[in-house]
């Protein structure tokens, strides 16, 4: 149905605005007495073999909603019910920002990809925090950090620091996001020496404030096999909780898409970027012996492409564009797809 009409009707409307159709549509769907549990009926599965215990933290199941979706954590109470094992809200960034001018979000039909120069527009951490109060203690809430866009490099830090004190009592794991393409200079904190002291910071932060939770870095997929091995190296070195591999890219190789859409500024997600972000969970998986974690994310549009993360190294996956271009009920054909093969 999602894939007949209703997708239709949506890419009728621009990104931004099926966005926010959609989910207040889903939101006021919700308030129907019954209806959430209805959804949770129709969307979730539930099974032990579906269970995975990752750095300290029990998921229902591995398949989580990616950051970027739910930006100021407005949206997770409803869409935990279409059966994700887990979501991660953000980034965030401790002032609001608007983000870059409009429009910035494109889709790419013909290659099942997305380009966004979205810039982290978020209503900044104290309004996430307030979102987050009273949330439901048994569902997985990652929060993913960010600087703000006026902030430079060498006082990103200070942001940094800010949104993680501000949810350490909200949120069940961190995410640093230092791998952004759409906020200058962003993923110049990917070089070795101020990741490294980006982490350490956050790390001793954590445990002065007395019950330490998970801390991940998320990657982008263009780093080279020496900047990979450098993360490798500093994971192992500080023994961070986790990786995310990988964000959006900025590589335009074999699109088939209208060449302005391609030409877009901005970081591409998407089915495009399955084999490279696939690679990059394979390398990490190797180095690191499985010591470490990894959540995969980039390309998965169907079962085949989430268990290959897997099988590559993944002990979580987490969707979003294949979302968008084929439903919620990917969640569940994932879900079951994972118990075949268990």
Do not use: W
């Amino acid at each position: 149905m999602y894939k007949g009409l209703l997708r239709r009707i949506l890419f009728h409307l621009n990104p931004e605005s099926a966005h926010h159709f959609t989910t207040s549509l889903f939101h006021d769907l919700l308030r129907i007495p019954g209806m959430a549990a209805l959804v949770r009926s129709i969307f979730r599965v539930r099974n032990k073999k579906l269970e995975r215990e990752v750095f300290g933290l029990k998921f229902e199941n591995p398949v989580g909603l990616a950051a970027g979706f739910d930006k100021d954590g407005t949206l997770f109470r409803d869409f935990r019910h279409l059966g994700f094992g887990f979501i991660e809200v953000g980034t965030v960034t401790p002032l609001a920002q608007g983000g870059n001018p409009q429009p910035r979000m494109f889709r790419l039909p013909e290659d099942k990809a997305l380009i966004n120069r979205m810039g982290f527009n978020n209503r900044g951490v104290k309004h996430m925090a307030k979102q987050l109060k009273n949330r439901p203690k048994a569902f997985i809430i990652g929060g993913n950090i960010g600087k703000n866009k006026v902030t430079p490099n060498e006082e990103a830090v200070k942001d940094y620091e800010i949104c993680f004190r501000e949810l350490y009592e909200l949120v069940d794991y961190f995410t640093v996001n230092v791998s952004s393409p759409n906020t200058t200079d962003l993923r110049a904190l990917q070089d070795k020496e101020p990741l490294k002291a980006l982490l350490a910071h956050l790390l001793n932060l954590n445990v002065e404030l007395g019950s330490p939770k998970p801390i991940l870095l998320k990657i982008a997929p263009d780093l080279n096999e020496s900047q990979l091995q450098d993360i490798v190296d500093i994971a192992q070195e500080l023994k961070l909780s986790g990786i995310i591999a990988t964000n959006t890219t900025i590589d335009r190789s074999n699109l088939e898409s209208n060449q302005n859409v391609i030409n877009q500024a901005g970081g591409l997600s998407g089915k495009p970027v399955r084999d490279r972000s696939t690679e990059v969970i394979r390398f990490l998986h190797a180095q690191l012996k499985g010591e470490i974690p990894i959540i995969g994310v980039g390309g998965i549009h169907d079962e085949a492409s989430a268990l290959e993360k897997l099988k590559a190294g993944a002990s979580l996956i987490q969707i979003y564009t294949g979302l968008i271009y084929e439903g919620p009920a990917l969640v569940k054909r994932i879900n079951k797809a994972i118990l075949k093969e268990a």
